[in-house]
């Protein structure tokens, strides 16, 4: 018998076929690179003004400036204190709203409502999440202050409640959404255990499907309050801090956030205007709120790498 | 004069059994024509069987032949499926198990469950046992909830391997040990029945082994209900064997499950009355 002699050529790869395959490569290779090269960059410009800002303070030395009485960069006073608790008032306002019915609303869909009712109250609610920021910012002025807020209390028109439930309402979708998620992907095997123990569907709720949504839950927690310190728009409008505002902690005071003060002062034109350190402040403040939203992700991703594959 | 009667009458009442049904235990189930749809589908059909307290009775039959749909609806666990329903009678005792005002919870607590791959909650060891007591209100405080746990889990089998680690997730346990878990979970709420559906078919041999003994020292308490694809799990344990299979309708292609026969399973294994039985029991058919 004469077989055929099998050479190593005849088994390895296509040239042409392997040519494209690394051409692909190298293009998706650089388009990974590039975005990396890109954020880098940015944080690269972030870091080099908030720079010049210390520096700035430090040459003139106006550190005093940072325990002003307010947040008035024209004016050159750059209370980091009033940007940090108008941010916590209004996240923990926005919170206190969003996580409740948000929540509440993830367990009746994934849980309570026939496939029917899910089938249009899951779009409907992807379509709140698509209402822009600009109009909930409208509304939280014109109607959530005056008949929520100035309602119940002695508050003026802007302040920082209203702002926040604004937010809240705002954030309600992505809790829900992301809640949703978590406890659709708890397996029935878990619930049909439950029941068969003889636990009812509350019980098997907040007993066996909460606890085993758990990293899902934290991760959707964690999304809101990051989405709720970086909301801008609602807040701009609506918390009645555009030129600056006095340190608060009374959520039915005027004030302004870390977001809404950037934007106040660099809406609009390419030239911010106020003294020498004015621009800088912004990117000091953003240096800032990088820092915190970006901590908060680490920690939602490590919560939910620690609580991942658990069923 | 009275010792002639004891001793005439002592003879008849322990050598003949009365006719009819008085020795044989006590139904727990009795099912009459029952059937299953799903929507207008109807998946099994004409299901007549009486199950009997402290047996082991063995559903077996092809696969997608209902058996499991059939144990589901012991304890009302179709009713999770939103379009299923049920047709026929299905008594418990005497109290028909679909009636108005049945509670399903009700139902579950004194029919437990255990499904075919193992499901702990990713919870601890001593969580998962103590779940069904605690939710059914049986335990009050500490020391009475630990000794249940250890109750149940030395009936599952399970407590001198876990003792030293209650408080470890029951998601680090085998397969098999998971399996026993949970039986023992399902013992802890005290049932009188306890339904198995297809308990062994993600274990091993030896784990199935295991699981087949506990089945044995089982029966001494409870009634015990399984639906197993394997005959031979079928011959080792059970006392009662049910037998299904499909019926293909040529017109419709519609597959509906049916009872072929149900007898004892020494029976049904030597000596089947229904040549459907006779040819899958031999392996030649399924």
Sequence with gaps: MTATQLTVADLGPDRRRHRTQRRVRTVMMVAAVLSVVISGLILVSLLGETFTFIKGLADTGTWSSLWADGWFPRRGQYSVATLLMGSLIVTLVAMSVAIPLGLAGAIYLSEYARPSVRRVLKPALETLAGIPSVVLGVFALMFISPEVVQRFFEAPQANLAAAGLGVGILTIPLVASVSEDAMRSVPAALREASYGLGARKATTCVRVVLPAALSGLVAALILAVSRALGETMVVAIAAGGSAGALFTADPLRPGTTMTAAMISQAGGTDQVKGDALTFQSLFFVGTLLFAITMSLNLVAGRFVRRFRNVY | MSDEVLA???????????????????????????????????????????????????????????????????????????????????????????????????????????????????????????????????????????????????????????????????????????????????????????????????????????????????????????????????????????????????????????LVEFDATDKIFSNPEDERTERYVTGRFG
Excluded at chain 2, 137 to 148: I, R
Excluded at chain 2, 179 to 191: D, F, G, K, S, T
Excluded at chain 2, 242 to 256: I, K, L, M, P, Q
Aim: aromatic share 6%; with cysteine.
């Design chain 2, 8 to 258: 005439t009458s002592a003879p008849e009442t322990s050598v003949r059994p009365p006719a009819g049904e008085s020795t044989e235990l006590p139904v727990v189930f009795d099912v009459d024509d029952l059937s299953v749809y799903y929507g207008n589908f109807r998946a099994v059909r004409d299901v007549t069987m009486e199950i009997r307290q402290r047996e082991i009775t063995a559903f077996i039959g092809p696969s997608g032949c209902g058996k499991s749909t059939v144990l589901r609806c012991f304890n009302r666990m179709n009713d999770l499926v939103e379009i299923a329903r049920v047709e026929g009678r299905l008594t418990y005792h005497g109290v028909d198990l679909y009636a108005r005002g049945v509670d399903p919870v009700e139902v579950r607590r004194r029919i437990g469950m255990v499904f075919q791959k193992p499901n702990p909650f990713p919870k601890s060891i001593y969580d998962n046992i103590a779940f069904g007591p605690k939710v059914a209100g049986l335990v009050k405080g500490k020391s009475e909830t630990d000794d249940l746990v250890e109750h149940a889990l030395r009936r599952g089998a399970l407590w001198d391997e876990v003792k030293d680690r209650l408080k470890d997730s029951a998601m680090g346990l085998s397969g098999g040990q998971q399996q026993r878990l949970c039986i023992a979970r399902a013992i802890a709420v005290e049932p009188e029945v306890v339904l198995m559906d297809e308990p062994c078919s993600a274990l091993d041999p030896v784990a199935t082994a295991r699981i087949e003994d506990l089945m044995m020292e089982l029966k001494d308490d409870y009634t015990i209900v399984i639906v197993t694809h394997n005959m031979q799990q079928a011959a080792r344990v059970s006392d009662r064997t049910a037998f299904f299979v499909t019926e293909v309708n040529d017109t419709s292609d519609v597959r509906t499950g049916v």
